[in-house]
């Protein structure tokens, strides 16, 4: 299976460091988890893609304001798990693709589960372009 290319939008298997467990000095995630690339920026001197991920959780935000809810129909298509899932907004990793917490999808022979809809990750570029006015996502440089 070839990696698929960075680009804005989608869903990929990655061992994700929460900002907490950073802050603990952690540097390898506790388990690999959906989430979804919000840019990916090609370095002009290297070629080299930088790509920068927002985490899925089960979790339900203590504030709304921090996340997207998967809607059902969406998180179907993309073979994930029924349960309610949030996209945080509020903190997110940066790394170099495809760096070495991208991970294959457990059961299949891939490293991605598809795109979210334009609509969906519109609304998600919204939200955390109004979380950047109010004081910004917290960036885990990995």
Avoid at 58 to 82: C, F, S, W, Y
Avoid at 88 to 114: C, H, S, V
Wanted: net charge positive.
């Amino acid at each position: 299976m070839s990696l698929p290319e960075p680009q804005s939008g989608l869903v990929i298997s990655y061992s994700y460091v929460w900002r907490h467990e950073a802050a603990r000095g952690r540097e390898e995630g506790v388990k690999d988890r959906p989430c979804v690339i919000v840019t990916a920026v090609e370095r002009k001197s290297t070629g080299e893609a930088i790509v920068t991920v927002f985490p899925v959780t089960h979790r339900e935000p203590d504030d709304p304001m921090n996340a997207v809810e998967i809607p059902l129909v969406t998180k179907q298509r993309l073979g994930l798990d029924l349960e309610r899932s949030w996209i945080m907004i509020d903190e997110a990793n940066r790394f170099e693709w495809p760096g070495y917490d991208l991970r294959k999808i457990p059961g299949r022979d891939a490293y991605d589960y598809g795109l979210l809809p334009p609509r969906l990750f519109e609304h998600v570029l919204a939200k955390a372009r109004a979380r950047f006015r109010r004081g910004g996502a917290k960036v885990i440089k990995r």
